[in-house]
C-alpha cells in the first residue's frame, strides 16, 4: 500500500519568514494531494490540494510544488504569522480507488512574533 | 462544504464496553470514512462506509472491533467496541465533497479507562 513520509517533524521559524514542508509518497498511482492544517483541540482542515496534472498550485501565501518523477510533493508559506501555528499534514490517495487517503506523520510549525 | 456534525463530541469510558459515534452530514455524500488520530500521531484510515453494503476495512481494523453503519447518504456510525486504553484516540469521520476533496468533522475524543 502507499507509504507517505514527512519531514521535518517540526519546524520552527520567525515570523515573516517562509516555511517549507516536504512529503514523498511510494505509490505512483497516487494523483491527489491534499494538505490539512490541524489547530490544537480542532479538526483537520483542508488548506490546499494538487493534482498529479499540476506541478504547481498557489493560494495566496501557500503553495504547493509536486515532482511526480521523484514522488515528492512541498508545501510553501510565505511571510509566516502567528496564526500559522498549527500542525500540517499531508496526505495521497487515487481517487479512481476509492479516494482513501494515506497522511504523512506531520509537522509541527511554531511561528514566533 | 458540507455541514458536519459528530457525537458525542467526547466521552470517558471503562473498559470492556462499546461506544457508538454519530456522523451526520447536511447533504447526501457518497464516500463517508472513518479515520483514527493517536495522541499526538497522524490519521489512520479505519475503514470507508458504503451505503447499502458491508464497509471496507483497511489492514489492521476488522469488523468486530469496529462495526460500521451506513443506512443512508447523510448518516453512518462507527461503533468501537470492547475497547481497552489503547483504543483512547480522536475518532473523525470525513465526506467526499466533489473534486476528490475530503473534509472531517469535528471529531469523537474517547478516553477509555
Known amino acids: 500500500g502507499e507509504n507517505v513520509e514527512q519531514h521535518p517533524s517540526t519546524l520552527s521559524v520567525q515570523e515573516g519568514d517562509s516555511a517549507v514542508i516536504k512529503c514523498t509518497y511510494s505509490?505512483?498511482?497516487?494523483?491527489?494531494f491534499p494538505w490539512y492544517k490541524q489547530e490544537l483541540g480542532k479538526r483537520p482542515q483542508l488548506i490546499i490540494d494538487?493534482?498529479?496534472?499540476?506541478g504547481e498550485k498557489k493560494d495566496q501565501r501557500i503553495a504547493v510544488t509536486l515532482n511526480k518523477t521523484a514522488k515528492h510533493f512541498s508545501l510553501h508559506i510565505t511571510e509566516t504569522q502567528p496564526e500559522d501555528s498549527a500542525v500540517y499534514f499531508c496526505?495521497?490517495?487515487?481517487?479512481?480507488?476509492?479516494?482513501?487517503?494515506?497522511f504523512g506523520g506531520g509537522t509541527r510549525v511554531l511561528v514566533k512574533p | 462544504s458540507a455541514v458536519i456534525s459528530q457525537k458525542p463530541s467526547r466521552d470517558i469510558c471503562q473498559r470492556g464496553t462499546s461506544l457508538t459515534i454519530q456522523c451526520q452530514v447536511d447533504?447526501?455524500?457518497?464516500?463517508m470514512f472513518w479515520y483514527r488520530q493517536q495522541p499526538g500521531q497522524s490519521l489512520t484510515l479505519i475503514a470507508t462506509a458504503n451505503q447499502g453494503s458491508e464497509a471496507t476495512y483497511e489492514s489492521g481494523f476488522v469488523i468486530d472491533k469496529f462495526p460500521i453503519s451506513r443506512p443512508n447518504l447523510t448518516f453512518s456510525t462507527l461503533t468501537v467496541s470492547n475497547m481497552s486504553p489503547e483504543d483512547s484516540s480522536i475518532y473523525l469521520c470525513s465526506v467526499e465533497g466533489g473534486t476528490d476533496t475530503q473534509y472531517f468533522g469535528p471529531g469523537t475524543r474517547l478516553t477509555v479507562l
Open positions: 494538487i493534482r498529479s496534472n499540476v
Open positions: 496526505a495521497a490517495s487515487i481517487p479512481a480507488a476509492g479516494n482513501k487517503l494515506t
Open positions: 447533504s447526501q455524500v457518497t464516500m
Open positions: 505509490d505512483s498511482a497516487s494523483n491527489y
